[in-house]
């Protein structure tokens, strides 16, 4: 097998790519005619090329470290495989599934391809949560919301139970998870996954993050 030749595997980091192949998930909940799913492909052609060998790797990869509690990072993509791999399911499109329900105040742009580096929107952390932990400093005195990097037009519908949240987008929309039973950072053991992404929060020109 492929995975045999990444042995041993101390920790996966999965980032983003292509959506996942809908078969794997209940997608026929989605409610999307044809014709609406034929404007999400023209919309985010990038996205919806399905590649299902990356998807076959990927998942193997994610249920591998489930089984043995090795440390996992999902980000974009790696979340959302994370979440299917554990029963799971995603919205198809965010726009146009989830954005349709909140009022215009908690409207959210989880994308932005015309300003792809600086596009930001804030989420709000859950407390007691590893997110928390991570971002004490950038919480202000009696907020719990900070400023997240996010490219994606998909994300978590049904959150996979063995999971709990970490952070919400203004729409509802789950942005950070953890399996807390798999949580020790003091052994360096964690299974999360966050829908933002940190690796390009990095201010140019500096070792300082957003």
Avoid at 115 to 123: F, G, K
Wanted: contains cysteine; negative net charge.
């Amino acid at each position: 097998m492929l995975l045999d030749s990444f042995e041993p595997i101390h920790g996966v980091l999965l980032c983003e790519g292509e959506d996942i192949d809908p078969s794997l998930y209940d997608a026929d909940m989605s409610g999307l005619s044809m014709e609406e799913m034929e404007e999400v492909r023209r919309m985010h052609a990038g996205d919806t090329a399905i590649d299902k060998e990356k998807d076959t790797i990927e998942f193997r990869l994610a249920k591998l470290c489930l089984e043995r509690n090795i440390p996992y990072l999902g980000i974009c993509r790696g979340s959302q495989v994370l979440n299917v791999a554990c029963g799971g399911t995603l919205y198809q499109d965010i726009g146009k599934e989830l954005s349709k329900s909140p009022s215009e105040d908690r409207r959210v742009a989880h994308n932005d391809y015309e300003n792809y580096d600086d596009h930001r929107h804030p989420v709000t952390v859950v407390p007691s949560t590893p997110l928390h932990q991570w971002f004490p400093e950038s919480l202000e005195e009696g907020q719990m919301e900070i400023l997240v990097k996010s490219y994606h037009h998909q994300g978590v519908k049904r959150l996979a139970p063995r999971f709990v949240p970490m952070a919400f987008a203004r729409d509802g929309l789950v942005e950070g998870v953890y399996d807390p039973d798999a949580y020790n950072p003091d052994e360096g053991k964690f299974i999360m996954g966050l829908q933002f992404h940190p690796e390009h929060m990095r201010r140019p020109d500096s070792d300082e993050f957003d």
